[in-house]
């Protein structure tokens, strides 16, 4: 999700609810208590020079159970954000703290804003000498005739 659809969809929301991947939801009374650019600078296992840059929103779980975040208040924060660190229409990450401070995507399901899980990823594939998988196909799924035949030119 970008900065773009979570300010749009928070001006639709009275509360908002932020769900785990295991269905589990955030407690009510979380806190976001960073809003960022994170820019990540690197070189992939084939030499190439990248740049990536997301929002980064970081949950907190605090024992505060009187206070609650708003749509409206979080709208200003992320406002405030984009205008002091210059962002664009940047794609969201989210930090929640679960063994140790876990990474999330985010999503939008009509009624909660969902936690979904990342991985990683192999950016050079052609260039480390990872295989590509290859297509599995049963032989009883291929037709009785062969594919070529001698005089068909095909092979």
């Avoid at 976001?32 to 929103?57: L, P, Y």
């Avoid at 192999?122 to 009883?140: D, F, R, V």
Wanted: aromatic share 6%; with cysteine.
């Amino acid at each position: 999700m970008k900065l773009s659809a979570i300010k749009n969809t928070l001006n639709q929301l009275e509360k908002i609810a932020f769900q785990l991947p295991n269905g589990a939801l955030v407690p009510n009374h979380f806190h976001v208590t960073e809003v960022g650019k994170i820019t990540k600078h690197f070189i992939d296992c084939g030499g190439t020079e990248r740049k990536e840059e997301v929002a980064n929103f970081q949950l907190w779980d605090a024992n505060d159970y009187d206070h609650r975040l708003h749509p409206d208040k979080l709208l200003d924060i992320i406002e405030l954000s984009e205008k002091i660190l210059q962002m664009g229409d940047l794609d969201i990450e989210v930090e929640y703290q679960g063994q140790t401070i876990e990474k999330f995507g985010l999503e939008f399901d009509g009624n909660n804003f969902l936690l979904t899980t990342k991985q990683t990823d192999c950016l050079a594939k052609e260039q480390c000498g990872i295989p590509t998988e290859k297509q599995k196909t049963k032989l009883s799924d291929l037709n009785e005739e062969p594919c070529c035949s001698p005089d068909g030119n095909c092979c």
